[in-house]
């Protein structure tokens, strides 16, 4: 079975406090140990008159320079999905998982970025809900509003998803880490 991961808007936009960038560094660290076949990057795009503009005066995230990928993770991605919406699991992003997947959904999928409260609680519920298990790596996501946001997440996601498929490892390393991890989930 392939190991993909999906890095939910690792965006200069959303990591742009001292909590995000400490989740951040974990990332670029974790990707530096080339553990996954395939890496696929979402970015989130905002503009004016976006249902989240109208609905929650949000603005944020209307710039190319703030929807582009972190410099430092550019390296690591083989493919990027643009969405609109706080899931990542957009047609595009189902089609490129059976593509990657020799044409058919994988039994689980990686997942971790910014924000946990957002785009990655329903990125997961949706993996979740396509019969795909949903791998959150805890350690490695956050929130650009600080770990209140990240925290409540993690317990919606409890809820959402099981325990078991949230992992608060922050030493992944090697390949026997994620096997372990995958023996212990299945």
């Not at 670029?28 to 696929?40: E, N, P, R, Y």
């Not at 944020?60 to 609109?84: A, G």
């Not at 992992?167 to 299945?186: A, G, P």
Request: overall charge negative; proline content about 3%.
């Amino acid at each position: 079975m392939k190991k993909i991961i999906i890095l939910v808007d690792v965006q200069n936009g959303f990591v742009k406090t001292d909590y995000a960038e400490k989740s951040f560094a974990k990332i670029v660290d974790l990707l530096s140990h080339d553990l996954f076949d395939t890496v696929i990057a979402t970015k989130y795009w905002n503009e004016p008159g976006s249902i989240i503009s109208r609905f929650m005066d949000w603005y944020s995230l209307c710039t190319e320079e703030e929807q582009d990928l972190r410099p430092e993770i550019k390296k690591y991605v083989d493919h990027v999905v643009l969405k609109n919406t706080f899931s990542s699991m957009t047609a595009e992003m189902i089609e490129l998982l059976k593509e990657v997947n020799d044409g058919k959904l994988p039994e689980y999928v990686f997942v971790l970025g910014f924000d946990t409260e957002c785009c990655v609680l329903t990125t997961a519920t949706d993996l979740f809900e396509l019969g795909v298990r949903p791998i959150l790596l805890a350690e490695y996501s956050g929130s650009h509003d600080g770990p209140k946001y990240h925290n409540a997440g993690l317990v919606s996601l409890e809820h959402l998803i099981g325990p078991k498929f949230i992992i608060k490892d922050d030493d992944i390393v090697t390949q026997e880490d994620i096997e372990k991890i995958i023996r212990n989930i299945m």
